[in-house]
């Protein structure tokens, strides 16, 4: 059985850093690509970075490069989203998410979902 478990979220002031992390488990994690999603209040699911199965190829959203990274340890299964300089329309619910394909900003490709972490960014 293939888990996802994100954990990291909560509340920060605006400006502040957050890291989050997922950490999988019930697939060969180092074979999946693996990427961060987001989702705020009335708003459609959206892209925020993935990274490749090696790690060594990352992408980000336009709204949060610069400020946001993305990492993965395949030895511990993990994959972390490092955000700094966090905004209120950072406010969301974070999702990671895995696929066996290359990682793309289409959320259809990913096979497994995580429950997700809210995090809210206070002005």
């Known amino acids: 059985q293939v888990q996802l478990v994100e954990s990291g979220g909560g509340l920060v002031q605006a400006g502040g850093s957050l890291r989050l992390s997922c950490a999988a488990s019930?697939?060969?994690?180092?074979?999946?690509?693996m990427a961060w999603f987001r989702q705020a209040p009335g708003k459609e699911r959206e892209f925020v970075g993935g990274?490749?199965?090696?790690?060594?190829?990352?992408n980000y959203a336009d709204s949060v490069k610069g400020r946001f990274t993305i990492s993965r340890d395949n030895a511990r299964n993990t994959v972390y989203l490092q955000m700094n300089s966090l905004k209120p329309e950072d406010t969301a619910v974070y999702y990671c998410?895995?696929?066996?394909?290359?990682?793309?900003?289409?959320?259809?490709?990913?096979?497994?979902w995580g429950q997700g972490t809210q995090v809210t960014v206070s002005s």
């Open positions: 998410a895995a696929t066996r394909t290359r990682f793309a900003s289409i959320s259809g490709v990913y096979d497994y």
């Open positions: 019930g697939l060969t994690f180092r074979t999946y690509a």
């Open positions: 990274i490749s199965w090696t790690g060594y190829n990352t």
